[in-house]
């Protein structure tokens, strides 16, 4: 059955119809099924024929033969079917004229044959196989048939009486053809666009877009040459590497003026690997000058160290062949002065034109058949009237002029804005995108063991980025003196016929929202920027107000996959930010639901929408204030960042310089940079392997992201926006690969912003054990600890970074969402809006602020959910808000969950403002001290060595350890020394207030002003807390803000545990307030609750510098002990 034109509001279920005037408008999110008769007005008053348009996902035609006579007609869609046909036409005819009534009249309008209507069409998704209009000798006609006929002239009269010289009068002239435009992207269409986009593409180095473009073509022509093309990239990287082998086996013993020359070419080399156009590696100077040194350097590097000097003829000859050598770099590097080639065309180059070429012809064939077909076709002018009595017949009137079709193959990735017809439509755009916001919203309450739960949503994004690839480039200024600004007039005549609001900036906002939503699940995260398992989050049972969990065992400790990342923040504070929002969101979805299939009040959802666009920038600025503030989820990631980075940089240059004594070992079969592998680990990031090669979107989707502020008005962290991501391979050759494949060639390890190198966990660590192997293995033990420490810090700072970057998205995305609302405020409050009839913009408006509201309130509760979970390791806090609907029912749930959620927590919460059970030290008895923590022997030991690469230039060290506190386990005894040491064991919930740590040993001078001894350190823990339940039977993983605290005290006479507790520190800081005081009791108060209290189960790092402390001396280091303030429950027996 087809669709019916009555004018219909159903915008919840994706579909509105509408009237302006004489133009119909038909929006669908899904498939419009086009009825035989698209004849809405034939009545021609003003000579201006109506106009129907129809912006559909899919368009399917009913019929055969779909009459629009007298109409001009516009069907954009993403796919079109012709039903069960094998052909259909599309047919708009002029009215014929009327005959001249009377031998005396003169010929009017009435008698003319009137123009036939216009047929404009875009197709996505074209498929010329399917629709192309062709007459097969077998069976007739097939394909789709655009047919736009003038109407045909009226008869002159025939001379009755004889008058006027008996002649008969003039016949009407016939109505012009109509005008046909035809856009379409075929498969080849688009592969060609995106062919071109890549090749001119000068933010990635050639190689690595010769690879993408090898990878897209599928040509063998262009496959061999980029083979060949990457086997010469391969050739001159693995001299480098064998180069810095060189370097490092020999070390001093090479000349200085060889070590030069390798340094120059080494630079020139790099110059060559990262270039953005193609090198002339086929020119044979080049090919003569790197055979003798390839050959030259593999020599050396076999030769004995002990039996080479720095006098050695070799070196002298390697210098003369890396000078030659250098020398035609330069000339094959088309950017150097000495650049000299015998041909015009790099050969991947003409292999990739000859392609592309052989594309354009096809495409060119459609494209002249189709011109030829979609003709619009002239009226024949009527004929003249017969003459009396001899008199002469009238003349025959004029034939209409044949209507020039416009055929244009559309390419997304290399968008042409020259179009002159609006085939995007603003408000249909916006139903695509709610049907993808809400499909992402369900998947984000899913199961989240479903690695492909988002890919619908995925899929829905992609589309709508796809569509609009051509926004960036909407020209906005002087659009009339441009042939680019044609497509963005063609959009604003939208808006000055009442057609939609505001067309520019409602798809610059809906391509925004789909890209930033794309990015958090290319991450693997969800509407809320959640990452990892969340197997505790049960559905919830019950009615409303009887929020349960579902059982669970009691047979042993629960523990879930994934930590979770946090906020610190007291979740009463996403209480009242709901709280404050419900009341809009229900007024709108009442407002809405009230109207669904019936005739609008323009004045009525113009004033209901600003409304709740208000109400809904509120929310999106209290969204932004709880994720920027100290302890959100902004700090959160970007805290983490700030203490693993320089942690994992002193790592790295300690095991940098054992892998360096090593490489002169790598097993032969290997030919890698350990110093590439190195800084690949770094890099490493975890992320499931079907969503590693959809990261490759997010080199061009940053633009925005240095934009976002802080609630305290200061700009986030740009240092940790990440551009570009590269899958690490599987094997060693591939991770040193894509460690040169960047855009600079290479990835500094110490910059938490660099390229990140994706793969799955299990690929991750098979890397990192492919490298130790490459060691040689009666070498390598004493570094496999180290290397895997390195691998897990790596991992553990890169997804701090890309948790850091996927709120930063969302916080991009709110921002500019609030901009774009207020924008669309003052649209709303111009009198013309709210005088206009029938206009679909406000209601549609009205359901993106409630879509939006409802999708920040979720995500303000599932952050005031997990903050809770944080606070109280309570399993029944853990349950979800009520599952989104799609006919949001949910909404009126809402509500009652979280009052219930509230009321748990306050109840939770007035209990633990009072000091629990086992408070260490006693309140009554603080001289005993808090719970001790030993160092082990070895931890104390590393800690006596300073940090290589901390030095400041003064010269001043710095000392640096990083440890990890573990949980108790059935295991454990409180036996200092003991491997299964653990001095909380028989403690649940342990939360802390603050932290003392004594060095035992350490000395530093006295102040030469006071005389005292003030040794000064600073104790950071990492925001990886886990925390058993009161019960003992639950482990939950948390990420959250790092914590940093000062402390201070006279080390003079503290060698051991008894003495500390006799001694009062001079700086001591709460965990709570952030407070500082002197002495063991001066800041610990009544637990303030401000901010969630952390426990002592994590990653922490214990740093003493001599900045801080005059004469520092640790070399009689005997001990060093942490001492726990804070409270637990009673664990299990």
Avoid at 146 to 174: P, R
Avoid at 478 to 493: H, I, M, N, Q, R
Avoid at 557 to 574: D, G, H, S, V
């Amino acid at each position: 059955m087809s669709d019916s034109l009555t004018p219909l509001m159903q915008p919840l279920d994706g579909s509105i119809r509408y009237q302006m005037d004489d133009t119909f408008v038909v929006l669908s999110a899904g498939t419009f099924l086009v009825p035989k008769s698209l004849l809405v007005a034939t009545k021609q008053t003003t000579g201006r024929l109506p106009t129907v348009l129809i912006f559909a996902d899919v368009i399917e035609l009913t019929t055969q033969i779909v009459d629009a006579s007298s109409c001009n007609v516009g069907l954009f869609c993403r796919s079109f079917s012709l039903g069960s046909n094998a052909w259909a036409v599309i047919k708009t005819t002029g009215e014929d004229g009327a005959s001249v009534d009377a031998e005396t009249a003169a010929v009017t309008w009435a008698n003319n044959g009137k123009d036939a209507g216009s047929i404009s069409v875009y197709i996505e998704e074209y498929n010329p196989d399917v629709l192309a209009p062709s007459y097969p000798s077998d069976s007739g006609r097939k394909g789709l048939f655009l047919e736009a006929y003038g109407g045909n002239g009226g008869c002159g009269a025939n001379n009755v009486t004889g008058s006027n010289n008996g002649a008969g009068t003039v016949g009407g002239n016939g109505g012009n053809g109509g005008k046909i435009s035809f856009y379409y992207v075929t498969d080849s269409s688009s592969l060609l666009g995106s062919l071109q986009s890549t090749y001119t593409d000068k933010n990635r180095s050639f190689r690595a877009r010769a690879q993408t473009l090898q990878g897209m073509a599928k040509d063998a022509t262009v496959t061999a040459q980029a083979d060949a093309l990457e086997s010469s990239y391969q050739a001159l990287s693995t001299l480098c590497t064998t180069l810095d082998r060189i370097k490092n086996i020999f070390g001093a013993i090479v000349p200085a003026a060889t070590r030069t020359a390798m340094q120059t070419m080494k630079k020139a080399a790099n110059d060559v690997l990262t270039l953005v156009v193609e090198p002339r590696f086929d020119e044979s100077l080049y090919a003569t000058a790197m055979t003798p040194l390839t050959e030259l350097a593999n020599t050396i590097v076999k030769t004995s160290v002990d039996a080479t000097t720095s006098t050695s003829d070799s070196w002298t000859s390697l210098a003369k062949d890396l000078a030659l050598f250098q020398t035609a770099l330069q000339q094959i590097n088309p950017n150097s002065a000495q650049f000299s080639s015998d041909s015009d065309s790099p050969p991947f180059d003409a292999a990739l034109e000859m392609f592309m070429s052989q594309i354009q012809i096809q495409d060119g064939n459609l494209q002249n058949s189709l011109f030829a077909s979609y003709r619009g076709i002239p009226g024949a002018g009527g004929a003249g009237g017969a003459g009396a009595n001899g008199g002469k017949a009238g003349e025959g009137g004029a034939d209409g002029m044949l209507g020039t079709p416009t055929v244009s193959e559309y390419k997304p990735a290399n968008p042409d804005l020259s179009i002159a017809v609006p085939y995007v439509h603003p408000d249909q755009c916006q139903l695509l995108l709610d049907v993808a916001n809400r499909t992402y919203l369900a998947a984000s309450y899913g199961a989240e063991a479903d690695p492909d739960r988002f890919e619908p949503a995925r899929k829905l994004y992609e589309a709508i980025r796809h569509r609009l690839s051509f926004v960036p480039l909407l020209v906005l200024d002087d659009v009339k003196a441009s042939p680019e600004g044609a497509l963005t007039s063609a959009l604003l005549s939208l808006r000055s016929q009442g057609l939609c609001l505001d067309p520019v900036g409602q798809l610059q906002n809906i391509r925004d929202q789909a890209q930033a939503y794309l990015r958090n699940i290319c991450y693997g995260s969800d509407m809320f920027g959640h990452q990892g398992s969340q197997e505790d989050d049960a559905p919830l049972t019950g009615g409303v107000g009887n929020y349960k969990r579902k059982s669970k065992s009691k047979t042993g400790t629960k523990q879930q996959a994934a930590a979770r990342w946090t906020p610190r923040l007291n979740c009463t504070q996403y209480y009242d930010a709901v709280k404050q929002s419900l009341p809009n969101l229900l007024q709108l979805y009442n407002a809405i639901q009230a109207q669904q299939g019936k005739q609008q009040d323009a004045n009525f959802n113009s004033s209901m929408c600003m409304a709740g666009i208000e109400a809904h920038i509120t929310t999106l600025q209290q969204q932004i204030d709880l994720a920027t503030t100290n302890g959100g989820t902004l700090d959160a990631a970007g805290s983490q960042i700030e203490q693993y980075t320089p942690a994992l940089k002193s790592m790295r240059r300690k095991i940098q310089s054992q892998v360096d004594q090593l490489a002169d070992s790598l097993n032969g079969s290997w030919n890698i940079n350990p110093t590439d592998i190195l800084s690949g680990i770094a890099q490493f990031a975890a992320n499931p392997s079907g969503l590693t090669a959809a990261s490759s979107i997010f080199s061009g989707l940053y633009t925005a992201a240095s934009t976002v502020q802080a609630s305290d008005g200061t700009d986030a962290n740009k240092a940790y926006v990440v551009t570009e991501f590269l899958s690490a391979g599987s094997t060693l050759d591939q991770l040193s690969e894509a460690v040169q494949m960047t855009a600079s060639g290479t990835i500094n390890p110490d910059d938490a912003g660099a390229a990140k190198l994706l793969a799955d966990e299990q690929t991750l660590q098979d890397l990192v054990n492919q490298f130790q192997t490459a060691l040689d293995p009666s070498n390598v033990s004493h570094i496999r600890a180290s290397l895997q420490a390195y691998a897990s810090l790596a991992k553990r700072r890169n997804a701090a970074v890309l948790q850091y970057n996927v709120t930063l998205v969302m916080l991009v995305k709110a921002q500019a969402d609030v901009v774009f609302y207020n924008a669309q405020n003052a649209l709303l409050s111009s009198s013309v809006i709210m005088a206009a009839q029938n206009q679909a913009s406000p209601i549609l408006l009205q359901l993106k602020a409630l879509d939006a509201m409802r999708a920040t309130i979720y995500e303000l509760l599932y952050d005031s959910n997990r903050s809770m979970q944080f606070w109280t390791v309570d399993s029944d806090a853990s349950s979800k808000p009520p599952q989104p609907s799609s006919n949001y029912s949910d909404v009126a749930l809402v509500e009652s969950y979280l009052d219930s959620i509230n009321q748990q927590f306050t109840t939770w919460y007035n209990e633990m403002a009072r000091d629990p059970i086992n408070v260490f030290p006693p309140p009554k008895d603080r001289d005993v001290g808090g719970i001790a923590y030993f160092l082990s022997d070895d931890l104390v030991k590393a800690f006596q060595t300073p940090v290589s690469d901390r030095a400041d230039s003064s010269g001043e060290k710095e000392y640096q350890i990083l440890f990890a506190i573990p949980c108790p386990t059935s295991r454990s005894n409180n036996t200092s020394g003991s491997l299964d040491y653990n001095p909380f064991v028989g403690y649940t919930n342990v939360r802390l207030d603050q932290v003392l740590v004594w060095l035992f040993g350490a000395a530093v001078q006295p102040n030469k002003d006071t005389n005292d001894c003030v040794l000064t350190l600073n104790i950071s823990q990492l925001g990886d807390d886990t925390i058993t339940d009161d019960s003992g039977l639950t482990t939950l993983q948390f990420q959250h803000s790092a914590v940093q605290l000062k402390f201070a005290y006279d080390p003079t006479n503290v060698t051991n545990w008894a003495a500390a507790k006799n001694t009062e520190p001079k700086i001591v800081q709460n965990l709570d307030s952030g407070g500082k005081g002197v002495g063991r009791n001066s800041v610990k108060s009544a637990r303030q609750m401000t901010i969630a209290p952390i426990g002592p189960f994590a990653t922490w790092v214990l740093t003493v510098s001599e900045r801080e402390n005059d004469g520092l001396d640790l070399s009689k280091l005997t001990g060093i002990c942490l001492e726990f303030w804070g409270s637990a429950q009673s664990g299990p027996p």
